[in-house]
């Protein structure tokens, strides 16, 4: 589904702040994979989603999508494949716009826009059951400026529009991080729910060694550029905090070290 | 004191056609587009040219128009394509149209008495000209600000939104921001063109020096226009900026009036348009213990 082969991402290169942030990575996602992947701070996590994701263009290598070479690919070209939800509930969604017309937005990606109307009544009907599918009681306020949604009913948002269209891959990137204890876990929730439910292969970011250990099918570690670990099965089943970081400290020669983590 | 007003009226009804241009760059896309002093000059510079070499008046505000796009075309691509900074894209625009338009018109200025202009065709019906521009200008205003309400309720105009409020949201959601962009700046440089067109024939000369200072004019209507008019939705927004035109213009006539000299009238101007972009800092200042209107999810 995902076949990342050998890519290399070097930010600033040539000057004294050059930085070697994948370094040579190699990873295959296959359909229907729920991986969450956990590293230090500045592995490189962000980067590779990011890389996936077309934000940067990479040095070297080649990304499969689907069997289909995206790596010279721009962004918007991808994200028809693709679903992603952001750290920063911020950044996923247009705050001047009604949740409607986000969710419209999303309805159409990957699909050409024409003049025909942003949005229409089927639809509303449409992303009104949705939206009641959370439980948020968004449902009711669709015309509402996202702008005025609290940071996790935001979140609960961009995941709608990240698999309003099927995507062949979400990119979840630390989206829980920016919430509190309990709404992290609701919209964590919800995650596992949508992707379960859409079979959808998955890539999550976390910070939280627990979260990394619970979900998914598969857990990956990054440190410096590097995967280092890749436990599945049975065996990821079996993971406890302290085994994945006696694992983390025999890979990688370090203790782990994650300021997030650790307080978590 | 009737007479001046009517004459406010006229005039900022010419110059809301610029400042839905000004609100699509500044307020729509988030990019302050200072090439618009160049095709304001340009619209009213086309015009004029064509006018005087026989051109059937609508026509040459057609081209004004037209010519108005070109500019904002060349604004885009140098801002998305070859990567320079918004505000410098649009003053290097700018800077070159200023030499465009006097090779346009052959010399600084240039005189439409006595020439057929579209207002002469509404004079025809038995009007006076200054009733005739008011007339025609709600006519041109109407229309465009009933296309422009059709226009970002598409699915393109749903795109350009997006894409100033969050670029990163709308490239996730697979929207060619660049495209998008480019879209948005042609579209108010040629209502920018389109209206210095108008002014143009209503004042009966172009001049080269015509747009100086007018993104400034442009900026103090759109937030006259929100502050005194509203901004509860997009129809509303787009009246709004019509009124706030037409009250830029009478709050000019009546301090010319008052006794202050023209020549201040741009110092005038750029302070208005100063403190009312400010008042969000001062009120900010004086409420410092607002509570957010955020909730819990
Ligand atoms: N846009 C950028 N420009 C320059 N350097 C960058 C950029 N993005 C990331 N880096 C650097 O690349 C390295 C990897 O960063 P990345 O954001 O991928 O880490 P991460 O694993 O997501 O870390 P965190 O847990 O802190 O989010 C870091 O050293 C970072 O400083
Ligand atoms: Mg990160």
Redesign the pocket.
């Known amino acids: 589904m995902l076949k990342v082969q050998a890519i290399s ?1 070097r ?2 290169p040539g000057t004294i ?1 050059e ?4 370094d040579r990575v190699d990873l295959t996602l296959d359909e229907g994979d729920f991986v969450t992947l956990i ?12 890389c996936v994701a077309g934000v ?1 263009g990479i040095d070297e290598g080649t990304i499969f999508i689907d069997g289909k070479d995206v790596t010279r690919l721009s962004e918007f070209k991808r994200a028809g494949m693709i679903g992603r939800v952001f ?1 920063d509930p911020m950044m996923g969604t247009a705050s001047d716009m009604g949740i409607e017309e986000n969710l419209a937005l999303a309805y159409r990606r990957g699909q050409f826009r024409s003049l025909r109307w942003g949005i229409t009544h089927d639809e509303r009907n449409h992303y009104r059951e949705l939206l009641s599918s959370l439980g948020l009681g968004l449902e009711n306020r669709l015309s509402n400026k996202v702008g005025l949604l609290s940071g996790g009913q935001r979140q609960a948002l961009t995941l709608l529009m990240a698999t309003l269209i099927r995507p062949r891959i979400l990119l979840l ?2 989206h829980t991080a920016a919430l509190d204890p309990k709404t992290a876990d609701k919209v964590l929730e919800l995650s596992d729910q949508f992707i379960e439910e859409g079979k959808l292969t998955t890539l999550m ?1 976390t ?1 939280n060694m627990r979260h990394a250990i619970k979900h998914g099918n598969r857990l990956i570690m ?1 440190h410096e ?1 590097h995967i280092i670990l890749d436990i599945r099965g049975e065996e990821k089943q079996q993971l406890t905090v302290e085994n994945l970081m006696e694992r983390f400290g025999k890979a990688s020669g370090e203790e782990f070290a ?1 300021d ?2 650790l307080l978590s | 004191m009737g007479q001046i007003m009517l004459g406010a009226v006229s005039l900022g009804l010419l110059w809301a056609v610029m400042t839905i241009g000004v609100y699509i760059t500044y307020r729509i896309l988030n990019i302050a587009d200072l090439s618009v002093e160049g095709s304001i000059a340009m619209g009213a510079a086309l015009a004029a040219h064509n006018i005087v070499g026989g051109m059937n008046p609508f026509l040459a505000t057609g081209v004004a128009f037209f010519g108005g796009m070109v500019a904002g075309l060349i604004t885009g691509i140098l801002h998305t394509r070859l990567k320079i900074p918004a505000l410098l894209s649009g003053i290097l625009t700018m800077i070159a149209l200023y030499s465009v338009n006097l090779r346009i018109m052959g010399k600084a200025n240039l005189s439409l008495l006595r020439m057929d202009t579209v207002y002469s065709t509404v004079e025809q019906l038995g009007m006076v000209k200054n009733h005739a521009v008011i007339v025609l200008g709600l006519f041109v205003v109407l229309i465009l600000v009933g296309i422009l309400y059709w226009f970002f309720g598409t699915e393109i105009g749903c795109a350009i939104r997006a894409t100033g409020n969050n670029p990163q949201m709308a490239r996730a959601q697979g929207i060619n921001t660049d495209n998008m962009i480019i879209l948005g700046l042609i579209i108010s440089n040629g209502m920018v063109a389109l209206s210095g067109a108008l002014i143009a024939q209503s004042q009966s000369f172009a001049d080269v020096q015509m747009g100086i200072g007018s993104i400034v004019i442009g900026l103090a209507s759109v937030i006259i226009g929100e502050v005194l008019f509203g901004k509860r939705n997009f129809f509303n927004r787009l009246l709004s900026l019509v009124l706030g035109a037409i009250t830029y213009r009478m709050i000019i006539a009546l301090v010319l009036r008052m006794g202050m000299p023209a020549n201040d009238l741009k110092l005038f101007t750029a302070m208005t348009v100063a403190v009312a972009l400010s008042l969000p800092v001062f009120r900010s200042f004086l409420k410092p213990l607002k509570k957010s209107g955020k909730e819990v999810i």
């Open positions: 991402k930010f600033n702040n930085k070697m942030a994948l590293g230090g701070n500045g592995a490189g996590k962000s980067t590779l989603l990011n940067y750290q990137d630390e970011v910070h990054m550029g994650n997030r983590a």
